[in-house]
Each structure stands twice: as C-alpha cells, then as structure tokens.
C-alpha cells in the first residue's frame, strides 16, 4: 500500500447513493467502503470492479482493536478479503471495543484509557498487521459516557495507542468535536497533542444534540451520521489544513437521511475549500 500524494476528498460508499455517486466520479476523488459490506464472493466481486473506477479504502466497524481480548479471527478474514480485493491505499479502524466477555454490544464503545488497554490495542493491531497485511489507521471514537477506569485523557490515549500500535491516525473531526463539547475541552488541545507525521486521513459527519436522563437542560452531542457536517467541523478541519501538511484522505459519512445528491457534493465542494484554507495558513480558530 502507497501513500496518497496529495489531498483527496471523497464519500462513504452506500447502496443507496451507488447510482448518484457512479454519476458524478468527476467530483469524487476516493470512497470509503465498509468491510464488513464484502464478506461473500459475490460482494468481493463487486467491489473490484468498483475500485477498478475509482479510488477505494477500507473502513472497518466490528473488529473492537481496542481491547484486552483478542481481536476476533473470523472478522478480521473478513476484512483481510475485503482489503484483498479493493486495493486500497490503507485501511482503517476505530479505537474502540464492540464486544466484552462474549457478548456483542452492538455498538463502538470508547474503552478505559488506561495502559491495560494500550497493549491490548499493540495486540490486536499486530494480529491484523499480520492477517491483513498492513496495519490498520485507528480512529477516535465519540461517546456520551466519560470511559470508566480511564486514568488519562483522550489525546493522550490517542497518542500512546498510535505509537505502541505502530499505526498512523484517521481523525474524526466530528466525533472531536462531539467529546470535546460534551466533556467541556477545547478541539485546539487535542489536535495540538496528537503527532502530526501519524495524520493520513479525516472524517466528516454529522450529528444531533439529545437530552441527559436525569439532569433537567443538560444535552449531549450525539453522532449519528444522520445530518449535516456542522460549521464548527469545517472550522476545525481549516485548522487541521493549517497543522498537519501531509496529504490527507478526507471522507465525508452519512449513513441515512439522505439529502438531494447535489446538497452532498455541496458539502463535499466546503470540505475542500475549508482544507485549502488552511493549507494557505489562513486558519481560524475552532469554533
């Protein structure tokens, strides 16, 4: 697998976009296919001849690499094959576990950030490196629960994870975002904390604000892949053009409540111009 040399923008590949998406390759620079969408031949087949039109990585939901246990082996044969046929350039995971003593959760949860977890992550990654073929890029995760047993903040987390993995990151600005409004940080630390030569590539998405059982007023940010990309999200993705000069993949996420196709590529027309800004140094604060 070989690195980008420059910036591209690009959407998550959905069935329903497919006709939309293959109508309008001359604005879309890459897409981001799920892996766990291509577990039969059938599937595979399909997705070479997609990657033979255009650009594709890989993203993975259900591997749960930040862990203590060990990473599942029939998941990860999935993904490897999914990564056999699509060629990607890379292929990514999240940082977050899925499952626990047997039992699947049914969702990406943020583990303790705590040294426990760190090595289980070197662990699991290792196994896929060793699977797959290459290490997986590991992303942060969103949650409306501070992780219990955390003895450490989540840049740091972040960062100790990406360096004893020996992985680089793809960074979720809204899932950023989200923690960083619902735990009362600011996005700025974060991204002033996490090393800019692990920076490959970024996602775009966007949320809801949801009530807290209990505490009468109080909202969390809730990223659900089914809205607009807010502006503090452009905002921040201005400012990580201005920190991290690598070439970055910049995918753009939406899982349902699709807008008029041309409302997306709108959204995905401001993602360049907000990464261009910041690459000319003209960032602004997050907002």
């Keep these: 697998m070989s690195a980008p040399r420059s910036d591209r923008f690009g959407l998550g590949w959905r069935p329903a976009l497919a006709a939309s998406i293959l109508s309008n390759l001359d604005r879309i620079d890459v897409l981001e296919v799920m892996a766990e969408d291509f577990a039969t031949p059938a599937a595979r087949r399909a997705l070479r001849t997609l990657s033979r039109q255009v650009p594709v990585v890989v993203h993975g939901v259900a591997l749960g690499l930040a862990s203590a246990s060990p990473v599942d082996e029939k998941r990860l044969s999935v993904t490897a094959r999914a990564v056999e046929a699509a060629e990607p350039d890379f292929w990514s995971e999240h940082l977050a576990f899925v499952r626990a003593g047997g039992t699947e959760i049914g969702h990406l949860a943020a583990p303790p950030r705590c040294a ?17 073929g290459s290490a997986p890029l590991l ?49 700025e630390e974060f991204l002033r904390a996490v090393p800019s030569e692990r920076m490959r590539a970024v996602h775009l998405a966007g949320g809801r604000c949801i009530g807290v059982p209990g505490k009468a007023g109080a909202s969390r940010i809730l990223d659900d892949h089914l809205h607009d990309v807010p502006d503090p999200v452009y905002a921040l993705l201005v400012e990580t ?43 602004e604060a997050a907002a």
């Design 116 to 132: 426990s977890t760190i090595e289980g992550t070197a662990r699991n990654v290792a196994r896929a490196r060793a699977v797959v």
């Design 139 to 187: 992303e942060n995760v969103a949650t409306l629960i501070d992780p219990p047993g955390s003895d450490r903040d989540e840049a740091r987390f972040v960062t100790e994870a990406l360096e004893a993995a020996e992985t680089d990151l793809l960074l979720d600005l809204h899932n950023l975002h989200a923690n960083a409004v619902n735990f009362g940080y600011e996005e």
């Design 241 to 283: 053009g201005r920190r991290f000069p690598g070439p970055l993949t910049v995918i753009l996420e939406r899982d349902g409540l699709f807008p008029p196709f041309e409302e997306t590529l709108a959204e995905l027309a401001r993602a360049r111009t907000s990464l261009e800004k910041g690459r000319a140094g003209k960032g």
